[in-house]
């Protein structure tokens, strides 16, 4: 049954997905040149490129939608519906020549996210979900994954790519890869959402995502039966620059993970590269 708020969404967007991501194929193959925001972040013409066509296709189709994007579009005129927009989610992937990016579309009605896209070009990969319609890839249905256990927990996270020095995610990384069967690093938070979604990943976490990296990609987690909260348990908020998702079924066990890394209790001391190096010469 469909949402009656989406006003059928998710075709369009889709069609906008398609289109962005044919265009980032064609730079991904003539291997773009790069531009540096600041002293890590990289923008490229690619970025740029596909939000310029994703604004012009949204101004087109609904042009009394409000709009933000990643690479600066901004349209803000009191809309009931507002559009986030990531051209390019995995930048720096991109940029390199390592194949995990996608483009990350979603709208929000009165505040209330209703309709999620994500399109990953280089596996020809749609993910879509409709506020109380379920989550879809390549149009069939998605769920969750059913495993119960941390300890055999594939999860993912992602690292700021600057001012990392600020950033406590290591310690996470640490604890969080001795408590489960591994913690994946790919390079693109819409992305792992959706490996959440489609139960290839248990669970999911990162500090300090923007909305247009998470707005679509947590309606599709919610939509295929997983859940999505801050580090404290509490409700997801597209402001509040904490995102832990997962299959509904591990989360308590990572929020009391977090519960305890914040307090400091418990942490496994990270091995000494002396002492590593000193065994290496025993050997």
């Known amino acids: ?53 994703i604004l012009e296709r949204i101004r087109e189709q609904f042009p009394a939608h409000d ?12 809309s009931d519906y507002k559009w986030y927009v ?43 979900a409709e506020l109380g319609s379920g989550a879809r890839l390549n149009e069939k249905a998605m769920h969750v994954s059913a495993t119960a256990n941390l300890g055999e927990s594939l999860v993912a996270t992602g690292f700021p790519s600057h001012k990392r020095h600020k950033n ?5 990384y640490h604890q969080i890869t001795l408590r489960t069967h591994g913690v994946r690093r790919a390079g693109s938070a819409a992305l792992d959402l959706c490996n959440v979604a489609s139960g290839r990943y248990d669970g999911f976490w990162e500090f ?3 909305p247009w990296d998470t707005a679509a990609g947590v309606l599709i987690v919610e939509e295929a039966g997983g859940r999505v909260t801050d580090f404290s348990g509490g409700s997801f908020e597209i402001a ?14 990572l929020l009391h993970e977090f519960k305890e890394i914040f307090a400091g209790r418990g942490l496994e001391e990270l091995p ?8 290496r010469k025993r050997d």
Request: one cysteine or more; glycine letters at 8%; hydrophobic letters at 40%.
């Open 1 to 53: 049954m469909k949402s009656h708020l989406s006003l059928d969404l998710i075709a369009p967007m889709q069609a906008m997905a398609r289109e962005a991501g044919s265009l980032l194929m064609k730079h991904f193959q003539a291997h773009v040149k790069i531009e540096y925001k600041g002293d890590v972040d990289l923008v490229t013409v690619a970025d740029r490129e596909s939000e310029a066509l």
């Open 67 to 78: 709009v933000m994007g990643e690479e600066g579009a901004r349209i803000e005129t009191g």
């Open 240 to 253: 509040s620059r904490e995102t832990l998702a997962s299959n509904g079924l591990v989360h308590g066990a």
């Open 208 to 210: 300090n995502l923007n």
């Open 272 to 279: 000494s590269p002396v002492g590593f190096a000193q065994d």
């Open 86 to 128: 990531d051209p390019l989610d995995g930048t720096t992937n991109f940029a390199h020549g390592y194949p995990v990016f996608c483009v990350s579309l979603a709208v929000e009605r009165l505040g209330q996210r209703v309709a999620g896209v994500i399109y990953d070009p280089t596996r020809d990969e749609m993910f879509s």
């Open 168 to 172: 406590p995610n290591i310690y996470f």
